[in-house]
């Protein structure tokens, strides 16, 4: 004989109805919107430490002083913006990432020329811009702006003037190949997660739904078997009240 499972209320957690607009990111309730940005941004801050790990070591092998002393700020402005983008801080630390790419990119430019490919990184600040629902289109559109104004006057720069180290042909072209392919990966890789993102949360809100709509079935039927059982002293309570 099966037990009688018509009264037993369906799981639902005590957040559930805060869960249906907000999520945990960190120290966090955010709004899918919010959750889908901090998600990605967590993605391009891990892949920016990965990438600037490996830039260290290949400044510090074509002795580009500059860069590499450079390069360890780097790493650490991108550790802090892992930080604080768990923490509640995710404007500070989009400022970091974009302060670092303007700045890293122009630097590299300048110093091992055009053709080393360094510009390309540039192009990935507007799609992370842009994918950041937290801020208005005005303030996005003017942020992208910069990287292009850099591009314009790093390559008028080049056509006039020698970059400061004059590196080996075959390895210029090797950095300029592994700088496109680098860039190209990085937005796919961008693309994958905010994609994933929101996949999980249409999951998330599937889960919620069904979760509400048990909830429903679960009042309607504990209501109608009461209304069944009552007595006739239920009966005058209920219509006394």
Not at 7 to 25: I, M, N
């Given at each position: 004989?099966?037990?009688?499972?018509?009264?037993?209320?369906?799981?639902?957690?005590?957040?559930?109805?805060?869960?249906?607009?907000?999520?945990?990111?960190?120290?966090?309730?955010?709004?899918?919107?919010?959750?889908r940005f901090l998600y990605v941004a967590e993605h391009i801050y891990l892949a920016g430490l990965l990438l600037h790990?490996?830039?260290?070591?290949?400044?510090?092998?074509?002795?580009?002083?500059?860069?590499?002393?450079?390069?360890?700020?780097?790493?650490?402005?991108?550790?802090?913006?892992?930080?604080?983008?768990?923490?509640?801080?995710?404007?500070?630390?989009?400022?970091?990432?974009?302060?670092?790419?303007?700045?890293?990119?122009?630097?590299?430019?300048?110093?091992?020329?055009?053709?080393?490919?360094?510009?390309?990184?540039?192009?990935?600040?507007?799609?992370?811009?842009?994918?950041?629902?937290?801020?208005?289109?005005?303030?996005?559109?003017?942020?992208?702006?910069?990287?292009?104004?850099?591009?314009?006057?790093?390559?008028?720069?080049?056509?006039?003037?020698?970059?400061?180290?004059?590196?080996?042909?075959?390895?210029?072209?090797?950095?300029?190949?592994?700088?496109?392919?680098?860039?190209?990966?990085?937005?796919?890789?961008?693309?994958?997660?905010?994609?994933?993102?929101?996949i999980e949360s249409q999951r998330q809100l599937q889960r919620l739904t069904r979760a509400y709509e048990q909830l429903?079935?679960?009042?309607?039927?504990?209501?109608?078997?009461?209304?069944?059982?009552?007595?006739?002293?239920?009966?005058?309570?209920?219509?006394?009240?």
């Amino acid at each position: 004989m099966q037990p009688d499972t018509t009264d037993q209320e369906p799981e639902l957690s005590p957040h559930a109805k805060a869960s249906s607009h907000h999520r945990t990111f960190g120290d966090s309730r955010v709004s899918h919107e919010q959750f889908r940005f901090l998600y990605v941004a967590e993605h391009i801050y891990l892949a920016g430490l990965l990438l600037h790990g490996v830039f260290l070591g290949l400044f510090i092998w074509l002795d580009v002083r500059e860069l590499y002393l450079f390069n360890i700020l780097s790493l650490a402005a991108f550790v802090l913006a892992l930080y604080l983008n768990r923490h509640n801080r995710y404007h500070i630390a989009l400022w970091l990432a974009y302060v670092e790419i303007n700045l890293h990119a122009s630097l590299a430019i300048w110093l091992l020329g055009w053709s080393s490919g360094f510009y390309y990184y540039l192009f990935v600040i507007g799609p992370i811009l842009f994918i950041n629902p937290l801020r208005p289109l005005t303030e996005k559109v003017l942020l992208s702006a910069v990287p292009i104004v850099l591009l314009i006057f790093l390559y008028t720069h080049s056509l006039w003037n020698f970059p400061v180290y004059s590196l080996d042909l075959d390895i210029t072209h090797v950095l300029h190949i592994g700088n496109l392919i680098a860039t190209v990966a990085l937005v796919a890789y961008l693309a994958h997660f905010y994609s994933k993102s929101v996949i999980e949360s249409q999951r998330q809100l599937q889960r919620l739904t069904r979760a509400y709509e048990q909830l429903a079935t679960y009042d309607s039927v504990s209501y109608t078997h009461l209304r069944a059982h009552e007595t006739v002293l239920d009966l005058v309570c209920r219509l006394l009240l």
